[in-house]
Structure formats: structure tokens, C-alpha cells
């Protein structure tokens, strides 16, 4: 199982990015998708998580509606929309899948992980 993220990149306060990330080797729809982001020396954070049907979505509670998670099962791969970003949202981002998911927001319960991308966001 691969899951690529892409799409980070320098951006100033304000901006937007895209992150995308590609997975491949283990059936897509089967499973759902989240968005996590850590910086050095702190815990990984829960940002963002998709169902499998995209009926469901969930954010951490500083994401205040900036960012917007999809996916395309078609293409095995899922989305962030990042707007408004501030400095503090300056981190690296992983995707993650998970099967049969009761805690979105927890990374113990993600079964495969991709490498990151970072995010920087100057003020």
C-alpha cells in the first residue's frame, strides 16, 4: 500500500493550497481517508477525515471551516482545500486510510499512512 501526499509548498498568510494524495495498492473505497498534520517536537493532529461514500465528513476544531476534504474514488485519491491559512497551520501533513472507522480523529486507529508534505505559512 502507497499513499502519496503532494501539494505542500510556501504560501502566505491568507492563501490557499491544495493537497492531494494518491493511494494505491489496497482497495480505495473501502476505505475512508483523513487528513492529520504535525510539527516538530508536538503530537500528531487531527485535521480532516472523509467516509468512504464521501457522505461524511469531519474537522478539527481549529480548522473553523477554512478547509474542505474530498475525494475521487475514480482516481484513488482525496483532497484537502486549504483556505485562509494562517502561520499556525504551518506543519507537515500526512494522509491516512482507515477501514470501519469509530474514532475519525484518533491516528492509532489508521491502518496505512503516507509520507507528508509540508506546509509553510509566513505571515
Known amino acids: 500500500v502507497q499513499l502519496q501526499a503532494y501539494g505542500g509548498g510556501l504560501v502566505q498568510a491568507g492563501g490557499s493550497l491544495r493537497l492531494s494524495c494518491a493511494a494505491s495498492?489496497?482497495?480505495?473505497?473501502?476505505?475512508?481517508m483523513g487528513w492529520f498534520r504535525q510539527v516538530p517536537g508536538k503530537e500528531r493532529e487531527f485535521v480532516s477525515a472523509?467516509?468512504?461514500?464521501?457522505?461524511?465528513?469531519y474537522y478539527g476544531e481549529f480548522v473553523e471551516g477554512r478547509f474542505t476534504i474530498s475525494r475521487d474514488n475514480g482516481r484513488n485519491m482525496v483532497f484537502l482545500q486549504m483556505n485562509s491559512l494562517k502561520p499556525g497551520d504551518t506543519a507537515v501533513y500526512y494522509c491516512?486510510?482507515?477501514?470501519?472507522?469509530?474514532?475519525?480523529?484518533?491516528?492509532?486507529?489508521?491502518?496505512?499512512w503516507g509520507q507528508g508534505t509540508k506546509v509553510t505559512v509566513s505571515s
Open positions: 472523509i467516509s468512504w461514500s464521501s457522505d461524511s465528513t
Open positions: 491516512a486510510a482507515i477501514k470501519n472507522a469509530r474514532t475519525w480523529s484518533d491516528e492509532h486507529e489508521y491502518h496505512y
Open positions: 495498492g489496497l482497495t480505495f473505497w473501502r476505505y475512508s
